[in-house]
Structure formats: structure tokens, C-alpha cells
């Protein structure tokens, strides 16, 4: 017992207690990737990850000519061609489309920059910055 979640079924325990131990039995059988959860066929990270090397997208934009290996990456592909922005921020009147670029975005209200540089401890607010930033230390052009 690392947590105090509770299960009605076994199964469900099992892949909980995996997030905990690290546990990953899925193994991708054309590299190294390995999974923590089986889920229904449909769904399962291990096939979705498989679609990397099969290059298998059966998700098509009925707007344009994009194709994706995910669904969800198609549902937000479709925002573009709708405009539509359901994440506000709560500081300023910008809306996103995504979560991750409203997570992203409140980094400039708070000054946060979670990504430092290992050579010269400089701190970035996205990891773009800290990548193309860790170029000049070797020698990259930006």
C-alpha cells in the first residue's frame, strides 16, 4: 500500500499499483518502448505507439487533407478549422486550444521557468527555449 486509493475491482489496483512501482509488461515488439497498460485494443498506448513505425493513421480530418495515427490529435486538428479556444485564462482575456498552451501561458503571469539550463543554470518558461538556448553551449547555430 504506497496510496490510499481503493479499487472495486483487482484489476483496476493492479494497473494503479504500476504507476507506483514503475512497472511496464507491454512491451512494443519492434523497439525498446514499453507500456504500464494494457487497455481495450482500440485504445491501448502499446497500439497507438505502434502506429509509429506501421505509419497507420485511420483518423482523418473531414476539413483537410490531414491524416493522424491518434484520435484525440485528430478532435484538436479540427479546432483550427472551427477557431474554437474553450480554455480561458483566468488573468488576462487570451483562450487556447489546448490545455498544455494555457498551462504554458500562465507561466507569464507567475514568471515561472521550470527548465534550466545544466551548463549555465539559465531558466527558460518553455522547453523550446531551453533547447534551442542549449545550442549555443555546443557550438549550434540557434
Known sequence: NQCDKAFFQNSDLIKHQRTHTGEKPYQCNRCEKAFSRKDTLKNSDLIKHQRTHTGETPYQCN?????????????????????????????????????????????????EKPYQCNQCNKAFSQKRDLIKHQRTHNGEKP
Do not use: M
Open 63 to 111: 476539413q483537410c487533407e490531414k491524416a493522424f495515427s491518434i484520435k484525440k490529435n485528430a478532435f484538436v486538428n479540427q479546432r483550427t478549422h472551427t477557431g474554437e479556444k474553450p480554455y480561458q485564462c483566468n488573468q488576462c482575456d487570451k483562450a487556447f486550444s489546448l490545455t498544455s498552451h494555457l498551462k504554458t501561458h500562465y507561466r507569464t503571469h507567475t514568471g
